[in-house]
């Protein structure tokens, strides 16, 4: 997952992300559980959200759509176990789970059938999943050095959509450098599709910037220029395409170039099936211009965001919103309040 042609730091806290899940329930994490849950934690509801966008008008959120990344849950995963984690999930009204690896290795083992059946116990369906785009090692699992191990795995789970959180800079940053990655990312879909599945990209704030022999071209767009809409999708993160947004709305001349994360879905819905929902309060100070949040403490407006996506004719149970915090505070509490959150938006009347 890393860059090696551009580092970026926003990623440095992720590299761990591909050996993350894995731990096996039992009475034991169980009992853990008892100790560590929140004492408020409690079911979501559509009464118990704090922002604004609450009313009487229609659920913002579509049924059956929130999920939730588990890598914003991999310290309890990795002490209580998938088990109690999922009955918590299940508990905070969530429908899917969206992974960011299998394994965790220091509680024992867990296959990916009893994964897979423990998710559905709990009402959580298995929708997507991160992997590495490729490294130096021949053995690792990347879809460039293991692809048909990384499609078995994805359909052993039953996923619809198995994807990278990492940006297309294999090659470097030039045009003609994304444009080689576009064809590994159309290999990958082609491979996936003729399984039954979606490929996918997940994007950070420097998909934004701009080609470095060509500061005219913003990267992202020969991304989506240069990848076959049939064979690649996004799964765009809201908070990095506004860090984006905030990074990127100027060349590196100094000439404006704005843009609007929203449009980008708007002008061609079907390519995002899967978001990443996450929250940041506006620091003009800070050089991202965000800092993260729990969902519906920041300042991006997600009523606004989920409404315009739902709106569009044919697409309210098109997407699927997975709910996201790199490092929170406590990682019950978030998932717990960013559900409640969610729900109890509603459309503008």
């Known amino acids: 997952m890393s860059r090696f042609s551009q580092p970026d730091p926003e990623l440095g806290h992720r590299l761990s992300r591909r050996g993350m899940l894995g731990v096996a329930a039992g009475a034991t994490a169980a009992a853990l559980l008892g100790a560590a849950a929140p004492a408020t934690a409690a079911p979501a509801t559509a009464t118990t959200g704090t922002a604004a966008g609450k009313g009487r008008g229609r659920p ?5 759509r929130l999920g939730i990344q588990l890598y914003s849950l991999r310290d309890k995963v990795s002490t209580l176990g998938f088990g109690p ?3 918590e999930l299940e508990r905070y009204g969530y429908d899917e789970v969206e992974f960011a690896g299998y ?27 991160h992997v590495g785009y490729y490294s130096d090692d021949p053995n690792a699992y990347t879809f460039a050095q293991n692809l048909t191990k990384v499609l078995d795995d994805a359909q052993a ?3 619809k959509h198995i994807g990278t959180a990492a940006g297309p800079f294999r090659y470097g940053s030039t045009v003609d ?16 599709k003729a399984r ?19 500061p005219k071209v913003r990267l992202y767009d020969v991304l989506l220029k240069e990848t076959d809409p049939d064979l690649v999708y996004l799964e765009m993160d809201i908070y990095w395409a506004y860090v984006g947004q905030f990074r990127f709305s100027k060349r590196p001349d100094g000439t404006a170039a704005p843009f609007e994360p929203l449009d980008y879905v708007l002008r061609q819905p079907d390519r995002y099936p899967l978001f990443h929902v996450k929250d940041g309060e506006s620091t003009p100070s800070d050089p991202y211009g965000y800092r993260m949040t729990d969902v519906g ?24 919103w997975q709910a996201e915090h790199d490092n929170p505070a406590e990682s019950f509490t978030f998932a717990r309040r960013s559900s409640a959150h969610l729900h109890s938006l509603r459309e503008k009347c």
């Open 196 to 214: 039954g599945m979606k490929f996918y990209q997940h994007n950070h704030s420097e998909e934004f910037s701009f080609a470095t022999d060509n």
């Open 177 to 192: 450098a994304w444009k080689r990655a576009a064809e590994d990312f159309n290999t990958y879909g082609a491979a996936a």
């Open 297 to 320: 403490d920041g300042d991006i407006d997600y009523q606004r965001f989920i409404s315009a996506v739902t709106r569009l004719r044919g697409h309210r149970l098109a997407h699927h």
């Open 85 to 87: 984690v999922f009955a």
């Open 157 to 159: 789970l039953g996923l």
């Open 60 to 64: 913002v959120l579509p049924p059956g």
């Open 103 to 129: 394994t965790q290795g220091s509680a024992g083992p867990i296959t990916l059938a009893q994964l897979k059946r423990l998710a559905r116990s709990h009402g959580l369906n298995p929708i997507g999943s």
